[in-house]
């Protein structure tokens, strides 16, 4: 059973039942609806041995030294037979006359990106859409969204899978068996006012594995990318940091009034230079950091990316996706400024797995015991790559090079014939009493504000304390209406969303120390 259509839920599915494994995949829209579908950048990978040690180097100085050096070293050293088998899948690369062309992002010391132009992950889920409706003993199971495991006994020691609650379409709640279980539903950047994240990233798989008892970490290291388009009324559309390698400079209006008056080499007028010596193309933390800070201190609600000074044939061409956006808006690539502020856009931490993507159980049922049959890949997962901070376009990487291990290690290791087991109804003692699902929106909306004002980008422990109490007031809240309703979508989620964003806001109080994504003005 694969929870999730994006990268990694395709790509373990497909191989999985190609292996012969009678698979289902579950999601909770349409195949499409995930965070691959609109990642853009494209995904890094040493496709050559001169490459490996400075990818190795470049992902662990990103992540501040916290990253787990040996699964650095197996994620760069696997990366080039995983983009063979995505090219095996159907999935088309740009190349130029000298092999991949490849770009540059942020903390990359060499260009070492593939990319289709500006719509990589559009391209890999196309591809594996196509293998998966055309792949044997493959079930795919749309607007189908898992509700919660079924453990095999809740009160042992070392857990077990047996199945799992789906929401059918017609709001019923299906109970499955299932030997194997791999979660494989993205992020949650919705529990954020402003994200670059597609609506079905609410953080669903997270909740549903720790509520089981498997282990989650890093909650703290929440990304936010800097440049998402700032135009207000308008969901903030991701402007790829590959634009940034392509030459694009931030600046601020004061930045950006000098430069037009007085001409010269833009990079010398952006703001980033007084942040950092790799000026606009540093790492993500630092960028949309310093890019928070310039925002409070000038009091304007964005920065500007400058294209103006680039070849504008050429970057209409290599960015079709974001040329066209900008156009809906009356904003020409390569020849206007284009409004950017960060916005929530990657969860660093999440189900903590080894180097097959199985899950841990929780330290509060037993330290560091693997969860058999439980399996977490893509951005669910706390793999130990990103450390402190996820280096650009590590993700579908780390995505692709997990879902392959993952795959081999279910294929390995699971029983025949099981799974057969006598499973219990979901509620079968029902409902408590019916009560009113009206509060579930404001309950959303009163969670962004919480999330984005108080476990932001820069945190304060007051706030953090703050935070803490109102998610506990709104966790009684949706718990009362979970217990009180039959479940739909929006309470599954809404239930989701308090739970993950308490992990998030928990993380983030017992970090003491500022490192990577994690700013705390309280702590030095
Ligand atoms: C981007 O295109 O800027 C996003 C790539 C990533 O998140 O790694």
Same mark, same amino acid.
């Given at each position: 059973m694969v929870v999730g259509s994006g990268i990694a839920g395709l790509f373990v599915a497909t191989r999985c039942a190609r292996a012969g494994l009678s698979t289902i995949v579950v999601t909770k829209k349409n195949l499409s609806d995930s965070s691959t579908n609109w990642a853009q950048g494209g995904i890094a990978a040493?496709?050559?041995? &001169?490459?490996y040690q400075a990818h190795i180097d470049d992902t662990i100085d990103a992540g501040c030294g916290l990253s787990d050096p040996k699964i650095v070293e197996m994620v760069v050293r696997e990366a080039s037979n995983r983009i063979e088998d995505l090219i095996s899948s159907g999935v088309q690369f740009d190349s130029n006359e000298d092999g991949f062309d490849l770009t540059l992002e942020g903390?990359?010391?060499?260009?070492?990106i593939l990319h289709s132009k500006d719509a990589t992950g559009a391209e890999i889920e196309r591809a594996l859409i196509i293998e998966a409706r055309e792949s044997p003993n493959l079930e795919l199971l749309e607007s189908h969204m898992a509700v919660d495991l079924i453990l095999k006994?809740?009160?042992?020691e070392i857990k077990g899978i047996a199945g799992i609650w789906v929401l059918t379409p017609d709001e019923v709640v299906k109970t499955i068996p299932a030997q194997s279980i791999i979660i494989a539903t993205g992020g949650a950047g919705h529990i954020y006012r402003q994200t670059t994240n597609p609506p079905v990233a609410t953080g669903d798989g997270i909740a549903m594995a720790h509520r089981a008892g498997a282990k989650v970490r890093d909650l703290e290291f929440v990304q936010f990318h800097p440049t998402a388009l700032a135009l207000s009324g308008e969901r903030p559309f991701l402007i790829s940091e590959a634009l940034r390698g392509h030459g694009a400079i931030l600046m601020t209006s004061e930045n950006l009034a000098k430069w037009e008056s007085e001409g010269g080499e833009p990079t010398e007028y952006s703001f980033m230079l007084n942040h950092d010596t790799r000026g606009s193309l540093a790492t993500r933390d630092i960028v949309a950091r310093a890019t928070d800070q310039e925002m409070k201190e000038t009091g304007e609600n964005c920065v500007w990316l400058v294209t103006?000074?680039?070849?504008k044939e050429e970057i209409q061409q290599r960015f079709p996706t974001i040329r066209s956006r900008l156009k809906k808006n009356g904003l020409e690539l390569g020849v206007d400024p284009i409004p950017v502020a960060p916005a929530a856009h990657y969860m660093v931490g999440g189900i903590s797995v080894d180097e097959n993507g199985l899950a841990r159980q929780s330290p509060t049922f037993s330290n560091e015991i693997q969860y058999p049959g439980l399996y977490a890949i893509g951005e669910?997962?706390? &793999?130990?790559?990103?450390?402190a901070n996820r280096l650009a376009s590590n993700s579908l990487l780390e995505a692709v090079v997990f879902s392959h291990r993952c795959a081999e290690h279910v294929i390995a290791n699971i029983a025949p014939g099981g799974g057969n087991e006598e499973l219990p109804e979901w509620r079968a003692e029902g409902l408590s009493s019916l009560v009113e699902h009206s509060p579930l929106r404001s309950d959303r909306i009163a969670l962004q504000s919480t999330m984005t004002d108080d476990v932001g980008l820069v945190k304060r422990n007051s706030r953090l304390q703050r935070a803490q109490r109102r998610l506990e007031f709104l966790r009684e809240e949706v718990e009362r209406i979970w217990r009180g309703s039959l479940p739909t979508q929006e309470v599954v989620e809404l239930r989701n969303m308090v739970h993950v964003s308490r992990l998030v806001t928990s993380a983030a109080i017992n970090r003491k120390e500022n490192i990577g994504l994690h700013h705390n003005l309280d702590c030095d």
């Open positions: 040493a496709m050559s041995n &001169t490459d903390g990359h010391s060499s260009r070492r006994d809740k009160s042992a103006s000074h680039l070849d669910v997962a706390c &793999t130990g790559l990103h450390g």
